[in-house]
């Protein structure tokens, strides 16, 4: 839990962004899977990492800085920009 809640916060993530993350231990080991989107799944960045349960919090951050610079800041102003209306015309067209 923590490592996914550190991979939200260095996203800014809230309940309107399309951000994913899911750790779970595996051989004593935590394993992140994480992924950002745009609403209408035009863009997604993907990423995993793996590491000590000891350090779960730096997973997740570190996890979330490296989306935050693939997808760069254009990315993020776009999602925001992005009405659920907006979103919703995508897909019923």
């Not at 899911?22 to 745009?38: P, T």
């Not at 990423?47 to 610079?69: F, M, P, Q, S, Y």
């Amino acid at each position: 839990v923590n490592c996914e809640r550190a991979f939200l916060e260095a996203l800014d993530g809230n309940c309107k962004t399309p951000i994913a993350g899911q750790a779970r231990i595996v051989d004593g080991k935590i394993v992140f899977k994480g992924l950002i989107a745009m609403p209408d799944g035009s863009l997604k960045y993907e990423t995993e990492a793996t590491g000590e349960i000891a350090d779960a919090v730096e997973i997740g951050r570190k996890a979330g800085e490296e989306l935050k610079a693939q997808a760069g800041e254009k990315f993020f102003e776009m999602m925001v920009e992005m009405s659920p209306q907006q979103v919703l015309g995508q897909i019923t067209k």
